[in-house]
């Protein structure tokens, strides 16, 4: 199943103006409280709503991929084709009180182990610092996911362009 095909099945993807997407911030019950927001050129979080974590794949899974972006959590879900008992997450690029506790609530789930997906750049290290010594401090295992580009979604960009090149060529 496509990536978008399962996020509109369950229910965290929309369609917003001018070929934007909308990514769903949900709550352990599985509430909305905001949307990420990406358009061609913008992004953004839907104003008065609440950053808590995008969340798309096994929502009982306990290998947790955590991301900035919705974009890159998708990115990373293509990537690894779905790989099971995996929930692919975003903060939105922010780290709320509710995203800390969304996230301690999920990691306290019996086996669960983090992944630090966050991007290759200063920003994405400190952010994969935060991710570790939460793990740390919750006695959870984790590991730290490099993309090979600034981010997933390049990666998965090109990925796609040598893929591209493969056909023309052959």
Known sequence: MSVIRLGVKQDVLREGPFGSMWAAHTDSAGIVTGWEER??????F???????LFRLGAVDGLRLCVTEAAIDAMSLAAIEGFREGTLYLSTGGGWSPKTEAALRHLLSLPSARLIAATDADPQGEIFAEQLRALCEEM???WIRLRPSADDWNEVLKEKERRRDRKKRAD
């Open 139 to 141: 006695d959870r295992d």
């Open 39 to 44: 358009g061609p050129d913008w992004r953004g």
């Open 46 to 52: 839907a104003t008065g709503g609440n950053k808590v």
